[in-house]
């Protein structure tokens, strides 16, 4: 199975690199967040979930922990080497129909924001087809300011310094955005398109693909609980 570049994306650094410009080592050596805390108080427990875009595992080993049983998509098969005790899926998430649905559909790592509306319009119909009657999915959006506020750098409590470099637009509402991450020994970075959404355009995204928000999770309004509807 061959996935082609993304156009628009790239990514430099160590190791190998994704389609869409991650860096398969980086991912290794960043820590998880509260996304598994905001996850288990939105959902039941021991709910299965459908987590599109899984990457190497970061939020799929916390969320086995917790009890949670998780099927892992992604397009990068050295990304999915690293997964373990999840069944995986390698696919392009726009591409993928498995025919069962699922307690949970998760799409995180902000992949709502994609530049190409039918990109996105896949994305959100990939979750509608998979996502069971009486489920919910679960998508991360950017912050409000994420788009002006840049550059901006952070470290990460793992030492891992994150820093927003640009955020350039290329026409039709997209920006090109570059992230660098440094540590002591290696950098990587990436060059991404992105689609800046106002709540309102993000809800009627949604509403487009037949989806409508329960509620939103954290004060920032980042995190959503949606169902069909």
């Not at 998780?70 to 999840?86: F, K, N, Y």
Request: some cysteine; aromatic content about 6%; charged content about 25%.
């Amino acid at each position: 199975m061959r996935i082609e570049k993304r156009q628009g994306y790239e990514g430099t650094g160590p190791g190998a690199i994704t389609p869409d410009g991650c860096a398969v080592e980086l991912y290794t050596r960043l820590p998880v967040g509260t996304e598994p805390d905001i996850i288990t108080a939105a959902v039941p427990a021991a709910a299965h979930i459908l987590e599109l875009g899984s990457g190497v595992g970061r939020m799929t080993h916390p969320l086995l922990e917790l009890g949670f049983a998780v099927t892992a998509v992604d397009e990068s098969a050295d990304m999915l080497e690293h997964v373990r005790g999840a069944r995986t899926i390698r696919s392009t998430i726009e591409d993928l129909d498995l025919g069962e649905t699922f307690d949970v559909v998760l799409l995180a790592s902000f992949l709502i924001h994609a530049g190409d509306l039918r990109v996105r319009r896949a994305l959100l119909d990939t979750c509608v087809r998979h996502v069971a009657e009486d489920g919910c999915v679960l998508i991360q959006r950017e912050g409000e300011d994420w788009h002006t506020d840049v550059p901006r750098e952070r470290t990460d409590p793992s030492g891992i310094g994150i820093r927003i470099v640009s955020a350039e637009p290329v026409g039709d509402g997209v920006n090109s955005v570059r992230a660098e991450y440094t540590l002591p020994d290696a950098t990587w970075t990436q060059t991404f398109l992105s689609r800046p959404l106002t709540k309102a355009d993000f809800e009627e995204a949604l509403s487009e693909a037949g989806l409508k928000v329960d509620r939103y999770l954290t004060d920032d309004g980042v995190w959503v609980r949606a169902v069909k509807g």
